[in-house]
C-alpha cells in the first residue's frame, strides 16, 4: 500500500490482478491541509486489493495517516502495537496514526481489501468511533452494496482529477464512508424480525405520534420495567423516553408550521397537548423560539 512520508517494509509479488489505487500528490494533500473545510478529515492514500496473495506490510515507527482496512473476502492478519490479530471476510481492521504495525494476507485464503489512509484534524475522532465497535482494532462490517458504491464513487472523483471542487465532494463522501462503519444499523433498515427493543419503541411512538403516551406504557410494549426501560433508552439515544417522543412531536409541528396555515391552538391539539400555552412553552424549549415566530421565519426563507 503506498504511502506518503513512511518507510514501508514490503513483502508481495508485482501488484494484484485487478488491483486500484491511487496516492495523492504532496501538493493536492497541502491544498486539503490549508482548505478550512477539507483540513478536518482528507484522504491521502486509497485503493483496492483482490486476492492479494503474499500482501504484507511493517511499519515500526507506525503511519503519519490513520489507515483503515476492509476486508472483504479471504483473510488476513495483523501485529498493531504488539497485539496480534485476525481478519477475515466482513471484518475491518483501524490502524492510528503513529501507532506501529505490521499486517498481511493469509497465505492460503489472502485477503482482498479496500483500504484508505486519511489525515485531518477530526480523523482522530473518528478513529474513535471506528475502534468503539472494535474488539481491539478489528470490527465488523458486513458487506454492503450502499459502502462500495461510496467507495467506488470516491475512487472515480479522485481518477478524474484534483480540483477543489473533486476534493470537496470526494472528501465529503468520504466521511459518508466512514460513517458506514461507525454506524452500520444505518445502512439498511431492520427487517421485522430483526428489530431492537429501541426500534420497536420508536416505531410506536411514531405511529402514535398524535397522542400522549405514557412510561408504563412504552414500557409494556418491550416487557420491561419503566426504570429499566427508561434506562436503557436513554443509554441508546442519549435521551429520556418521554423528552425523545415530545422531540418528535416537536418535529412534525415545525412541518404543520411551516407547510400549513392550520392554527396554532388546533395544531396543539392535533399534536395530542391538552393546553397550548404549555406546547408554545415546550415549542420554544426546544427550538428557541414561538410556534408563530417560526412559522413566519421560515415563510421568509
Avoid at 478513529?127 to 464513487?153: H, M, P, Q, W
Avoid at 405520534?209 to 439515544?237: G, Q, Y
Wanted: with cysteine.
Amino acid at each position: 500500500m503506498a504511502e506518503n512520508n513512511n518507510k514501508d517494509t514490503v513483502k508481495k509479488k508485482d501488484g494484484f490482478k485487478g488491483q486500484r489505487a491511487i496516492v495523492l500528490p504532496r501538493q493536492v494533500i497541502q491544498a486539503c491541509k490549508d482548505q478550512q473545510l477539507l483540513s478536518n478529515l482528507y484522504i491521502t492514500d486509497i485503493g483496492y486489493y483482490p486476492k492479494a496473495a503474499f500482501h504484507f506490510r511493517e511499519r515500526n515507527q507506525g503511519s503519519n495517516q490513520h489507515i483503515l482496512i476492509y476486508c472483504t473476502s479471504g483473510r488476513g492478519w495483523a501485529l498493531v502495537d504488539d497485539n496480534k490479530m485476525h481478519v477475515k471476510e466482513g471484518e475491518y481492521l483501524v490502524i492510528p496514526a503513529g501507532v506501529k504495525h505490521r499486517y498481511g494476507a493469509d497465505e492460503d485464503q489472502p485477503w482482498s481489501i479496500y483500504w484508505a489512509h486519511f489525515n485531518g484534524w477530526s480523523a482522530a475522532n473518528f478513529i474513535d468511533l471506528l475502534l468503539k465497535n472494535c474488539t481491539g482494532y478489528v470490527g465488523s462490517a458486513i458487506y454492503n452494496e450502499k459502502r462500495t458504491a461510496l467507495f467506488n464513487d470516491i475512487y472515480r472523483t479522485l481518477e478524474s482529477g484534483y480540483s477543489i471542487d473533486h476534493l470537496f465532494y470526494l472528501n465529503m463522501m468520504f466521511s459518508s464512508y466512514l460513517g458506514t462503519f461507525c454506524f452500520p444499523q444505518f445502512l439498511n433498515p431492520p427487517y421485522k424480525e430483526d428489530k431492537s427493543k429501541i426500534d420497536i419503541v420508536v416505531e410506536y411512538m411514531q405511529e402514535h405520534i398524535m397522542e400522549t403516551v405514557v412510561l408504563k406504557d412504552l414500557a409494556s410494549l418491550i416487557h420491561m420495567s419503566s426504570s429499566h426501560f427508561s434506562a436503557m433508552f436513554k443509554n441508546k439515544t442519549g435521551h429520556p423516553p418521554l423528552e425523545y417522543f415530545n422531540h418528535l412531536k416537536i418535529q412534525k409541528a415545525c412541518q404543520y408550521l411551516e407547510f400549513t396555515d392550520m392554527p396554532v391552538k388546533e395544531l396543539c391539539y392535533t399534536l395530542g397537548w391538552e393546553d397550548p400555552f404549555y406546547f408554545s412553552r415546550l415549542f420554544s424549549k426546544y427550538m428557541g423560539e414561538s410556534p408563530l415566530h417560526y412559522r413566519k421565519r421560515k415563510r421568509f426563507l
